[in-house]
């Protein structure tokens, strides 16, 4: 997942929740104290939706610079050889 897309998906889910709570607010039959109670509901719901998707992204970045690290290491070690049989020979 790239820095770009990562971004796009949270500015999606951040309209999708903004509209979701404009069609429960226009579409309630609900009383005011009870409509509150669930927007905070699914907002909480959203805030742990997002803190997870944040967890994930993280996750995928910490492999990817590790997969970075042992690729610049094995690219190390393969000078070092090529070098050392370029003085030998």
């Known amino acids: 997942m790239s820095k770009d ?10 309209v999708g929740a903004l509209a979701g709570a404009a069609v429960a607010l226009l579409f309630a039959p609900a009383s005011g104290e ?6 905070g509901k ?12 944040m967890d994930q992204g993280r996750e995928y970045y910490e492999h ?6 042992t690729a ?3 690219g ?11 003085d030998q020979a």
Do not use: C, H, P, W
């Open 42 to 53: 699914k907002a909480r719901e959203g805030t742990d939706k997002a803190r997870e998707a």
């Open 72 to 74: 610049v290491d094995r």
């Open 64 to 69: 990817q610079r590790e997969n970075l690290v």
């Open 34 to 39: 009870e409509t509150r109670e669930y927007l």
């Open 76 to 86: 190390r070690d393969a000078f070092q050889q090529a070098r050392e049989r370029g």
């Open 5 to 14: 897309s990562s971004g796009s998906v949270m500015i999606a889910f951040v």
